[in-house]
């Protein structure tokens, strides 16, 4: 039972990841056009801000709570 539950923990937190990394690049090519934003800030600001979340017990929101961030952060 308990590998079924680490497996299960191990899929999530891929899905999570790889959400994560859909809202860096999606961030990315919404603000591509704009001089002030840079392509390296965003990744950046992105990075700092998952890493506050590293701990985070409830890792489903992570994506969304991590893109408001970052757009605030950005400005936008």
Not at 18 to 24: A, P, R
Not at 51 to 59: G, L
């Amino acid at each position: 039972m308990a590998r079924t539950a680490n497996t299960m923990e191990s899929l999530e937190e891929r899905q999570v990841g790889q959400q994560l990394d859909e809202v860096e690049a999606r961030l990315v090519d919404q603000l591509a056009g704009r001089a002030e934003i840079t392509e390296e800030r965003v990744r950046s600001i992105v990075r700092v801000i998952r890493e506050r979340f590293a701990n985070a017990r409830i890792r489903s929101f992570l994506p969304i709570l991590v893109e408001r961030a970052a757009r605030r952060e950005l400005g936008v």
